[in-house]
């Protein structure tokens, strides 16, 4: 298909890549916002880019929409596809433009082009009798969207601001054929299916209060699997050398302007004062880190020094972009700081990368790698980020890792490898992260005496793995539908006697599992076995145990696995070892 881009050229693009998907939404965008002018004519038009998955309008409309005018507009979309309206691209002098816009009463447009800068060429996209202010790109005819659907509705404040008038954003999705589109709405639906916080409601592993927006509560079933995903990563990081702290929660203003975050970061920070001193709730653990390092003098034997830290941090987050745990204001950030050497740089990032993916691999996630370089708003000189970002590079070609390079990404410290996790509907997630750093031991004048008997600046890797462990666990959620795998579940086995008699021993199969570890219930409510397996099933407990006589009298039990309909007969010593075995292993 041919793509129209800002400056008038065209090219020819397939939907498979990139620009030729983003120039069909962006026109599936366009046929939207026109099928709205031409149904509700008085709605005022916002914005309306494409994403990753589909594509947005923002609309001023009193009432907003209804599912019966949703359908409508799917109707008229239709009609404007077969239509077949050529898409034009032009550009008007501002005032003409300005001119322009007001004639088409559309406010949000005039307040665009106001804020543009004067040098700025303005274009605009005409497709029958609809005109747009817009850069495009755009793809040259409306027949070329063959396949769409409106998939949701929110609320939206103009440019993103809370001060601002809340809009209506219709979400919607465009194909070029309808069996891809079919494929995308199934899998969709399975994600509502998935959604962790339905299944975190469900099986009773967080919530989420009006009294503390953004801020999850744990409760006992969340714990257990929040605790387990801490443990392992204790076990791991025993095993690499790397050495365990706790920073403050609280730091003053003068900590917080040497490493920067006062100045490039304030805005997503809790401030308070204390004894007439100004100081801010932790964002992020390393000038914290930075702190421990300097505690005591340091040479260069002890590098490279590995120090974690499971931090409580708080960010402020805008209301309407939160979402479950997957968006939060508190979340406890798996964190480590590695201080070495200049010659330690490239080992130590493939040691990290090493332990990223073993994590990722027992959780049966594929992985990709985005590589982010130096952005606008950044502290340091020119050559010390090339320095950094060359390393990182380095790093992932001897690893023979593949990779893409996200310019101007990196955070503003430094440059950074980020990891995006692709779960079981073929979703990504961005996880884990490596970020290599001059800049803070340089403000905080870290040092270590070198075999040269001189003082020298360590350099510095910051690193998470899970990212946040609470956003990690909705990944877990949905991933696994809350089928987690038995070491990780928060009820291991149910015992489901079927009379009261087998009562008895029930109890002894319960004190042989918990003497192994294992985390166990019993049912013994007078209701049908069949009932009580549903139950659990629902629970999305692993392992089911139906008890009756015979499995008394012969010292077995009937194991039922969470998603077969068969029972296997064991011994019951047989099943507690087979079990803490699994749990052991992690399989």
């Known amino acids: 298909m041919k793509v129209i881009f800002h400056d008038g050229h065209i090219e020819e693009h397939t939907f498979e890549d990139e620009v030729g998907r983003g120039a069909l939404r962006h026109t599936a965008a366009h046929i939207l916002a026109q099928a709205v002018k031409r149904l509700y004519p008085d709605t005022k038009l916002a914005i309306g880019p494409s994403i990753k998955d589909g594509f947005y309008y923002d609309f001023d409309k009193e009432g907003g929409f209804s599912q019966e005018e949703l359908d409508a507009l799917e109707v008229e979309m239709k009609k404007i596809c077969k239509e077949n309206l050529k898409l034009e691209r032009y550009t008007l002098p501002r005032a003409e433009a300005l001119k322009l816009m007001e004639d088409l009463n559309e406010p949000y447009k005039v307040e665009l082009i106001n804020d543009l800068p004067e040098d700025e060429e303005l274009s605009f996209f005409k497709q029958g009798e609809y005109v747009d202010l817009c850069a495009g790109p755009h793809v040259t005819y409306t027949s070329q969207v063959k396949a769409f659907k409106l998939t949701s509705v929110a609320g939206a404040y103009w440019r993103g601001s809370e001060k601002n008038k809340m809009l209506t954003r219709i979400y919607g999705t ?38 503390g927006p953004g801020f999850p509560f744990m409760l006992p079933n969340g714990m257990i699997i929040k605790n387990e995903l801490i443990n392992y990563w204790r076990e791991l990081h025993t095993r690499e050398g790397y050495v365990e702290v706790q920073t403050p929660m609280i730091l003053n203003r003068h900590l917080w302007e040497t490493s920067g975050h006062w100045d490039h970061y304030k805005e997503n920070m809790y401030t308070t004062v204390i004894d007439d001193t100004d100081f801010a709730i932790k964002p992020m653990n390393c000038p914290g880190g930075m702190l421990v390092y300097k505690s005591e003098p340091r040479s260069y034997r002890d590098l490279p020094m590995r120090i974690g830290e499971l931090g409580l941090v708080h960010r402020h987050e805008k209301s309407g972009e939160l979402h479950g745990l997957m968006r939060v204001r508190c979340f406890t950030q798996d964190d480590a700081h590695i201080f070495m050497t200049e010659d330690q740089i490239t080992d130590e990032i493939k040691g990290v990368v090493r332990l990223i993916d073993e994590v990722y691999s027992l959780f049966g996630f594929k992985y990709a790698v985005e590589l982010s370089t130096m952005p606008e708003d950044h502290m340091g000189e020119l050559k010390d980020w090339e320095h950094a970002t060359d390393a990182l590079k380095q790093a992932l070609e001897e690893m023979n890792l593949p990779y893409t390079i996200n310019e101007g990404d990196g955070a503003f410290y430094g440059p950074k490898i980020d990891f995006h996790i692709e779960d079981s509907l073929g979703r990504t997630w961005q996880c884990g992260t490596i970020q290599l750093d001059f800049q803070l031991p340089m403000k905080f004048e870290a040092e270590y005496i070198g075999a040269d008997g001189q003082k020298h600046r360590p350099i510095m890797i910051h690193r998470v793995v899970f990212g946040s462990i609470e956003r990690f666990m909705g990944v877990l959620i949905e991933h696994y539908a809350g089928k987690f795998p038995t070491w990780l579940a928060p009820e291991q086995v149910r015992v489901l006697p079927i009379t009261d008699r087998n009562n008895e021993y029930t109890d002894k199969i319960i004190e042989a599992l918990k003497a192994k570890g294992i985390r166990c219930t019993a049912d013994k409510r007078a209701e049908k076995t069949g009932y009580k397996v549903r139950e659990a099933q629902v629970s999305r407990v692993p392992y089911m145990l139906v008890i009756g006589d015979r499995e008394q009298e012969e010292g077995t039990v009937s194991v039922r696995r969470r998603d077969h309909t068969d029972t296997t007969t064991m011994q019951m010593d047989e099943f507690v070892d087979m079990v803490a075995e699994e749990i052991k292993n992690k399989k």
């Open 174 to 211: 465009a194909f070029t054929s309808k069996a891809d589109l079919e494929e995308y709405l199934q899998r969709l639906e399975e994600a509502k299916k998935r959604d962790h916080r339905k299944i975190g409601k469900e099986m009773k592993l967080f919530m989420i209060s009006e009294e």
